[in-house]
């Protein structure tokens, strides 16, 4: 794993506005801190460039992993994941005010399962930071 420069860390961050690009919590109702993912990641040929970078909480960058697509086999066709570098947020996934993620599109629905974005625990959170009016975090820019 390459060691990002404090620099492009702090770009990123920034970028984001402390939000997880991909279920967007705030990091300031987090236990962990936010991590660097690489979108596409190193052993894909990935660079550690800023157009390639995002930040993740905990449980999305885990459950993402190495991962970028995913099959369905309802339909039987192979599914990108969300990629925060070159989709918009807000064109895939909406967000509930009971605390649910709803898919716009094949991509959100299948970035929804595979990082188990619905889960009640998750769920839940976004439901209660949802009362203080934490949630949803949203980042200052998108592409
Ligand atoms: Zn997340």
Redesign the pocket.
């Known amino acids: 794993m390459t060691r990002i420069p404090v620099a492009l860390r702090r770009e990123i961050v920034d970028r984001a506005g402390g939000c ?6 705030p990091v300031s109702e987090l236990m962990f801190a936010l991590e660097i993912d690489h979108v596409i990641p190193e052993k894909h040929g990935g660079p550690t460039t800023a157009d390639n970078l995002s930040l ?2 905990l ?3 885990r459950r993402k992993g190495s991962d970028i697509v995913s099959f369905d086999w309802e339909t039987g066709q192979r599914v990108d994941l969300y990629n925060p570098r070159t989709m918009r947020w807000d064109d895939h996934f909406n967000y509930q005010e009971d605390g649910l993620l709803a898919s716009l599109t094949a991509i959100g629905a299948m970035t929804i399962k595979f ?1 188990l ?1 619905n889960t009640i625990e998750r769920v839940d959170e976004r439901r209660s930071l949802t009362q203080y009016g934490l949630y949803p975090c949203n980042p200052p820019r998108q592409i």
């Open positions: 997880c690009e991909y279920c967007r919590l993740a909480c449980r999305c960058n990082l974005l």
